[in-house]
Protein backbone atom coordinates (compact mmCIF):
# COMPACT_ATOMS: atom_id res chain seq x y z
CA UNK A 1 0.00 0.00 0.00
CA UNK A 2 2.76 2.05 0.96
CA UNK A 3 4.48 1.41 -2.38
CA UNK A 4 1.71 2.12 -4.62
CA UNK A 5 -0.41 4.95 -3.50
CA UNK A 6 -4.04 5.21 -5.08
CA UNK A 7 -3.70 9.06 -4.64
CA UNK A 8 -1.91 12.16 -2.63
CA UNK A 9 -5.03 12.16 -0.13
CA UNK A 10 -4.00 8.71 1.01
CA UNK A 11 -2.56 8.54 4.55
CA UNK A 12 -1.45 4.99 6.80
CA UNK A 13 -1.55 4.79 10.21
CA UNK A 14 -0.78 1.48 12.37
CA UNK A 15 -2.95 -0.30 13.96
CA UNK A 16 -0.08 -2.72 15.29
CA UNK A 17 2.68 -4.94 14.24
CA UNK A 18 0.42 -6.35 11.31
CA UNK A 19 -2.45 -4.10 10.43
CA UNK A 20 -2.56 -0.39 9.68
CA UNK A 21 -5.36 2.02 8.89
CA UNK A 22 -5.34 3.17 5.13
CA UNK A 23 -7.95 6.55 4.37
CA UNK A 24 -8.26 7.58 0.83
CA UNK A 25 -10.75 10.14 -0.38
CA UNK A 26 -11.68 9.02 -3.74
CA UNK A 27 -14.58 8.06 -6.35
CA UNK A 28 -15.59 4.23 -6.53
CA UNK A 29 -14.41 2.95 -10.09
CA UNK A 30 -12.86 0.08 -11.28
CA UNK A 31 -9.82 0.95 -10.81
CA UNK A 32 -10.32 1.62 -6.85
CA UNK A 33 -11.67 -1.59 -7.23
CA UNK A 34 -8.71 -3.77 -8.97
CA UNK A 35 -6.37 -2.36 -6.30
CA UNK A 36 -8.61 -3.38 -3.51
CA UNK A 37 -8.67 -6.64 -5.20
CA UNK A 38 -4.71 -6.63 -5.60
CA UNK A 39 -3.95 -6.67 -1.77
CA UNK A 40 -6.49 -9.91 -1.59
CA UNK A 41 -6.66 -10.97 1.96
CA UNK A 42 -4.28 -8.07 3.11
CA UNK A 43 -6.86 -5.81 3.38
CA UNK A 44 -10.43 -5.36 4.60
CA UNK A 45 -12.60 -2.33 3.39
CA UNK A 46 -14.24 -0.56 6.34
CA UNK A 47 -16.17 1.92 4.81
CA UNK A 48 -18.17 3.08 2.89
CA UNK A 49 -20.83 0.37 3.42
CA UNK A 50 -21.86 1.13 -0.61
CA UNK A 51 -18.45 0.19 -1.19
CA UNK A 52 -18.02 -2.68 1.44
CA UNK A 53 -21.42 -4.34 0.01
CA UNK A 54 -20.34 -3.99 -3.52
CA UNK A 55 -16.98 -6.18 -2.94
CA UNK A 56 -19.04 -8.52 -0.57
CA UNK A 57 -21.02 -8.85 -3.63
CA UNK A 58 -18.19 -9.53 -5.99
CA UNK A 59 -16.93 -11.58 -3.64
CA UNK A 60 -19.23 -14.21 -3.69
CA UNK A 61 -19.28 -14.24 -7.43
CA UNK A 62 -16.21 -14.78 -7.18
CA UNK A 63 -16.40 -17.92 -4.85
CA UNK A 64 -18.96 -19.31 -6.70
CA UNK A 65 -17.17 -19.80 -10.16
CA UNK A 66 -14.63 -21.61 -8.06
CA UNK A 67 -16.98 -23.85 -6.14
CA UNK A 68 -17.93 -27.11 -7.53
Do not use: M
Request: glycine share 2%; net charge negative.
Amino acid sequence: VEEGPINQSQKISSIDENWSLVSVTTEDSVHLRRWIFSLGTSVIVLEPKELRNTLQDEFKQLLAAYTD
